[in-house]
Antibody, heavy 114, light 107 residues
Framework: EVQLVESGGSLVQPGGSLKLSCVAS????????MDWVRQTPGKSLEWIGE????????NYAPSIKDRFTISRDNAKSTLYLQMSNVKSDDTAIYYC???????WGQGVMVTVSS | DIQMTQSPASLSASLGETVTIECRAS??????LAWYQQKPGKSPQLLIY???SLHTGVPSRFSGSGSGTQYSLKINSLQSEDVASYFC?????????FGAGTKLELK
């Protein structure tokens, strides 16, 4: 069974940093591009970015470019999202997904507030 | 960015009814479109990809159609378990973008 389990969400102050993790199981992680998507309290969905199979290539949404970094460790079947200089607008539920968007994690909450 | 305009924002329908949700892209997305269902407190679930391909395990009462800039999701014979929010997404061009969603309720 394919499973994606995110962790690392918390309350963080504006300007702070946070690193989210997503552990994958039930499929060969190293064969798949992976994505991060977030959902704001207003419920809209926003694509954050993606990473290729060996981690050598990434694509990001302009809204978060240069603040967020996606990486992966195929040996650990783990996807990461490093968030820096966070803003109140980054408050959302963060999901990891396979790049075909056929499997999603349960999501992890990030709250940016002082 | 490609803008995805989804309508209606909310919809009330009766059991057994046929429901249609529309999504319009700001430019041609060449069938690079997916539909998702999201129930409260849950993550989105893929229903349709490539505009009209049914994802594995999705009931056949769900169908997708369209081309160019206009796409639709149809639910035949509405069931109680279909009460949810529905989102469209284009993945033809970066950044991938989503519609604002349609909340489907029972009448």
């Amino acid at each position: 069974e394919v499973q994606l389990v995110e962790s690392g969400g918390s309350l963080v102050q504006p300007g702070g940093s946070l690193k989210l993790s997503c552990v994958a199981s039930g499929f060969t992680f190293s064969n798949y591009w992976m994505d991060w998507v977030r959902q704001t309290p207003g419920k809209s969905l926003e694509w954050i970015g993606e990473i290729n199979t060996d981690g050598s290539k990434t694509n990001y949404a302009p809204s978060i470019k240069d603040r967020f970094t996606i990486s992966r460790d195929n040996a650990k079947s783990t996807l990461y999202l490093q968030m820096s200089n966070v803003k109140s607008d980054d408050t959302a539920i963060y999901y990891c997904t396979r790049a075909s968007f056929d499997y999603w994690g349960q999501g992890v909450m990030v709250t940016v507030s002082s | 960015d490609i803008q995805m305009t989804q309508s209606p924002a909310s919809l009330s329908a009766s059991l057994g009814e046929t429901v249609t949700i529309e999504c319009r892209a700001s430019e041609d997305i060449y069938n690079g479109l997916a539909w998702y269902q999201q129930k409260p407190g849950k993550s989105p679930q893929l229903l349709i990809y490539n505009a009209n391909s049914l994802h594995t395990g999705v009931p056949s009462r769900f169908s997708g159609s369209g081309s160019g800039t206009q796409y639709s999701l149809k639910i035949n014979s509405l069931q109680s378990e279909d009460v949810a929010s529905y989102f469209c997404q284009q993945y033809y061009d970066y950044p991938y973008t989503f519609g604002a969603g349609t909340k489907l309720e029972l009448k």
